[in-house]
């Protein structure tokens, strides 16, 4: 069974930066697309970047050009380099991994990020 687990999350003072990450176990990263998604109070979960298994990247708006997304398949991470950060993007962030033959999708349990002075 894949179970993904994320590690980044925090406080931190608008401007700044932060780096989330989720690692894969019990099963093949590389079949894998990688996305992180997140959830603010009282608003639905929202797509923030994905990057396929060939390493094709793409991003909501909003983000753009401030967040890179990125995956290690050696070790079996994902990361999201945010920077920039402002309290709008305070929220719970999830690691999603979507495989591609069946498209199932499994979630970590999320990390809370909150920008904030």
């Known amino acids: 069974q894949v179970q993904l687990v994320e590690s980044g999350g925090g406080l931190v003072q608008p401007g700044g930066s932060r780096r989330l990450s989720c690692v894969l176990s019990g099963g093949i990263f590389s079949f894998y697309d990688m996305s992180w998604y997140r959830q603010a109070p009282g608003q639905e979960r929202e797509l923030v970047a994905v990057i396929r298994n060939g390493g094709n990247t793409n991003y909501v708006d909003s983000v753009r050009g401030r967040f890179t997304i990125s995956r290690d398949n050696v070790k079996k991470t994902v990361t999201l380099q945010m920077n920039s950060l402002k309290p709008e993007v305070t929220a719970v962030y999830y690691c999603?991994?979507?495989?591609?033959?069946?498209?199932?999708?499994?979630w970590g349990q999320g990390t809370q990020v909150t920008v904030s002075s």
């Open positions: 999603n991994a979507r495989k591609v033959t069946t498209l199932r999708n499994f």
